[in-house]
């Protein structure tokens, strides 16, 4: 009787945990297009995750700022209200001047290079250089290098000049324009395709899968080949959260990670020229090679920037990133 009794009581007890027991949900918010490689990371992340920590977890993803945009998202991570975002590297100088290292322009001679610095110890160190501010990097996530445009063709600097360009929120990207004569404007990614087509600003800068996925193709005329710069992701998470998690949850969250992260760098390898390849397709903006020389004058041009950040950046930092070039 006592051990039918104790028995009744497992199966009750066992029943009653599973009947309670919540899946974690973790919100995974964005600002750009399910295809995208920032899309398509967040999109592996939740198959991934939800298949490593069955009834552990619930991954929900909120692409094309549905849920928070630029200026919100991070303000939201620390109060808890989403658990994941990937911003822009040039969106983090608030809470670290060091990541600025990755909005120089020409620094890096393409993405590759930008890959061998990510994972170097100096680049990885800077995944851990925000937990202080309850910031935890959780890796690194490629777009690709951004493209000039405008409704004219940018073939010098001069051409530059007098122009209003939208930027993301980052003093250095001021600065560049500036240093070409340009008038830089702060806009949050959603506000861009409507500043374009009212006239708001001119121009802008951004990678193919961004320009093609949000049509800015559409609305402007000239579209320069100019791989100036780069626009690249830190995935992170609110450190406290990441803390208290259950060793077993966090250890599978991770391991959906890397490999949700090392499937959007493969994407974003893979896709950048099809991106490139549709806009022309498209016909609805010229495409423009830059020659050489052209390149040369507007590196020239925007190099100042480097020594203007450098102190706050740090040379080490610099010194590295262009190590990983060769
Ligand atoms: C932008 O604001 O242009 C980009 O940071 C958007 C993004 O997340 O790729």
Known sequence: MLLRTLAFAAVFAVAHATAWAQPIVI??????????PKGQAALKFKELAEKKLPGKVEVQVFPNSQLFGDGKEMEALLLGDVQIIAPSLAKFAKYTPKLQVFDLPFLFDDIAAVDRFQSSPK??????????????????LHNGMKQLSANKPLRTPADASGLKYRIQAS??????FKAVGGNPQKLAFAEVYQALQTGVVDGTENPWSNIYTKKFHEVQKYIMESNHGLLDYMVITNAGWWKQLPADVRKGLSEAMAESIAYGNKVAFDEDANFRAKVIADKKAEVLPMTKEQLGQWRQAMKPV??????????????????ANN
């Open 306 to 323: 480097w020594a203007k950040f450098e102190r706050d950046i740090g040379k080490d930092i610099i010194d590295a990133a262009l190590a």
């Open 123 to 140: 680049g990885r160190e800077l995944l851990d250089s925000m937990t202080s501010k309850g910031i935890q990097g959780l890796g690194y």
């Open 171 to 176: 003093d250095v990207l001021e600065a560049q």
């Open 27 to 36: 919100k995974y918010s964005h600002v750009v297009a399910d295809q995208t």
